[in-house]
């Protein structure tokens, strides 16, 4: 199957703080998106970024899909922003199976 | 609003009882739906493929005797774990692809299982 290399692992920032989230894959894939994971377990959609830039917020991701790496940018960081965030990648022959990451935990401090 | 679907949000039962997870599209049909599982502070497993109407794909080490899925209709698919054991305590999540939204994949809410 498809490997999917997130860094870092662990992040802790202060709030205001920018950061950047790398997700780099071992072959190509059809869809990447990242995902936001709350306390609560829920996954939220943040991206659905297959290629380019895209912007929502304080939240932007660039795919160069030829180079098979993504990146999450954080800008202004806030307390609410904390959790696990992970990438997948849509690959293989079934249309809809992810392959995930390990996930960024990011802890952010008032 | 949610797109995806999943019930119950937690669960506990009792060791050797069974137990279904229900996860439903919304607003699309599904024919296919997937099953993943986490553990604490892991990354998510992907369990089995759901097929609608026809069986499921298992992933390699997963017992499907324990773990079975079904997929009735086009827009639910239900996993039923059998014979629960404490092992088996862990957050299940269900996901389908919204052909409707550039394909974008989305999660249900997850199911919390505790066996006891």
């Known amino acids: 199957g498809i490997q999917v290399e997130q860094s870092p692992p662990d992040l802790i920032l202060q709030e205001g703080a920018n950061s950047t989230l790398r997700c780099n894959f071992s072959?190509?894939?059809?869809?990447l998106q990242w995902f936001h994971q709350n306390p609560w377990g829920q996954l939220i959609n943040l991206f659905y970024i297959p290629s380019g830039t895209k912007q929502n917020g304080r939240l932007s991701a660039t795919t160069v899909a030829t180079e098979r790496y993504s990146l999450l940018y954080i800008s202004s960081s806030q307390t609410t922003d904390s959790g696990v965030y992970f990438c997948?990648?849509?690959?293989?022959?079934?249309?809809?199976?992810?392959?995930f990451g390990r996930g960024t935990q990011l802890t952010v401090w008032p | 609003g949610a797109v995806v679907s999943q019930h119950p949000s937690r669960v506990i039962c009792k060791s050797g009882t069974s137990v279904k997870i229900e996860c439903r599209s919304l607003?699309?049909?599904?024919?296919?739906m997937f099953w993943y599982r986490q553990f604490p502070k892991k990354s998510l497993m992907l369990m089995a493929t759901s097929n609608e109407g026809s069986k499921a794909t298992y992933e390699q080490g997963v017992e499907k005797d324990k773990f079975l899925i079904n997929h009735a209709s086009l827009t639910l698919s239900t996993l039923t774990v059998t014979s629960a054991h404490p092992e088996d305590s862990s957050f299940y999540i269900c996901s389908a692809r919204h052909p409707g939204s550039g394909n974008t994949i989305y999660f249900g809410e997850g199911s919390w299982l505790t066996v006891v």
């Open positions: 072959d190509s894939v059809n869809n």
């Open positions: 607003d699309f049909q599904a024919t296919t």
């Open positions: 997948a990648g849509e690959g293989g022959s079934t249309l809809g199976r992810l392959y």
